[in-house]
């Protein structure tokens, strides 16, 4: 099952998906009159941006994490958004959409082909899908000093896909017009924020199954070997349009 998340430490941190996520938006070209699902909302700082380019539309905000939702429910209002807390692997139970973004999400999603699937039913035909996650090589270095400190295979608990990978299966989902490629984007972090970073964005899921003071010290065993406060991360985008 999903893990809840600390959103408000994570709007508290310098977060690099905001950023990236912004320019999966612009890329989605939007009439503004669209009804789209962000699937994958967060706290929304995304979600937000989507509304402002639908004057005349509206966001269907979809996260599984209950704070995640709540706090981009605190930021958004109820202006044209509706918030759906659901787990991607499921059908998404809601009335097709004209579009699809979803950014720093899929990875956490174990199977990709499932996740496709749930995603087409709700796309209308020819409907456009831009999406951003973490792809083949992404964390290596910190999922390495995960395993040296702790024995631990984070790797087993995400999907970081080659771009033929990904394209198979949007093909096999009944997406046309694939695009999927890979790029380097490392992130490198002041040093007294390493650990709070660490806790609240790559390790929540292993913080969430742990008591405050065996996280506190699991993150502290990860962040001395990891060294350098350097996220090596490798995003994987795509876009895909729905077949007729």
């Known amino acids: 099952m999903p893990h809840d998340w600390d959103a408000a430490s994570y709007d508290r941190l310098p977060i690099p998906m ?5 320019a ?20 929304g700082q995304v979600t937000e941006a989507l509304r402002e380019r639908l004057p005349n539309g509206e ?6 994490s209950p704070s995640m939702l709540d706090r981009a429910r605190a930021r958004l209002g109820d202006d044209r958004v509706t918030f759906l807390a659901h787990d991607l692997l499921e059908p998404i139970p809601i009335a097709p959409v004209d579009a ?54 984070l790797t087993a608990t995400k999907v970081y896909p080659t771009p033929a990978a990904e394209t198979d299966r949007l093909h096999r989902a009944g997406f046309t017009d694939v695009e ?24 929540s ?17 990860v ?3 990891l060294g350098a406060p350097v996220i090596d ?9 729905r077949s007729p």
């Open 18 to 22: 905001t950023g990236w996520g912004l």
């Open 24 to 43: 999966v938006l612009d890329r989605l070209r939007l009439r503004g009159d669209e009804r789209v699902l962000d699937a994958g909302c967060g706290t």
């Open 59 to 64: 966001v269907v905000a979809l996260d599984a």
């Open 100 to 153: 699809i973004l979803s950014t720093a999400t899929f990875h956490w999603v174990p199977d990709h082909d499932r996740l496709f699937a749930n995603l087409a039913a709700v796309l209308r035909p020819e409907g456009r899908m831009a999406a951003q996650s973490g792809g083949a090589g992404n964390l290596r270095r910190v999922n390495d000093a995960v395993a040296r400190a702790t024995g631990i295979d």
């Open 180 to 203: 999927c490629w890979l790029h380097d984007e490392p992130v490198e972090l002041p040093p007294e924020e390493l650990e709070a970073y660490l806790r609240t964005v790559i390790l």
């Open 205 to 221: 899921g292993e913080v969430a199954r742990r008591t405050p003071s065996e996280a506190a010290d699991f993150v502290h065993a």
């Open 223 to 225: 962040a001395s070997e």
């Open 233 to 241: 991360y490798v995003r994987l985008d795509l876009e895909a349009r």
